[in-house]
């Protein structure tokens, strides 16, 4: 069985920072891409950023020059360095993962981390 624990979410004042972490576990062979997404009440969730095994990374308009997306492929984490921060950023955040175990290749999402900004 495959988790995704998100981390490092919560209140923080507009020009801040916070740092989102990713943790995956369970019968994992490899993981293949990984991103971040967020969701904000009333509105569809977004790709935020994504990085695959490679390091190479892709953001949102709204996330560049702001947010930084990494991994570690020895922990089966993933990170996001969240810098000026801004009320409209206020989301929960979710990170994704496409994670090949014995069985299968399957995308996995966990439960979300909520980030709100306050002006």
């Known amino acids: 069985q495959v988790q995704l624990v998100e981390s490092g979410g919560g209140l923080v004042q507009a020009g801040g920072s916070l740092r989102l972490s990713c943790a995956a576990s369970g019968n994992i062979l490899s993981i293949s891409g990984m991103g971040w997404y967020r969701q904000a009440p009333g509105k569809p969730r977004e790709l935020v950023a994504s990085i695959t095994r490679n390091g190479v990374t892709v953001y949102a308009d709204s996330a560049k020059g702001r947010f930084i997306v990494s991994r570690d492929n020895a922990k089966n984490t993933a990170y996001l360095q969240m810098n000026t921060l801004k009320p409209e950023d206020t989301a929960v955040y979710y990170c994704?993962?496409?994670?090949?175990?014995?069985?299968?290749?399957?995308?996995?999402w966990g439960q979300g981390t909520q980030v709100t900004v306050s002006s």
């Open positions: 994704n993962a496409e994670i090949v175990t014995v069985i299968h290749l399957q995308t996995y």
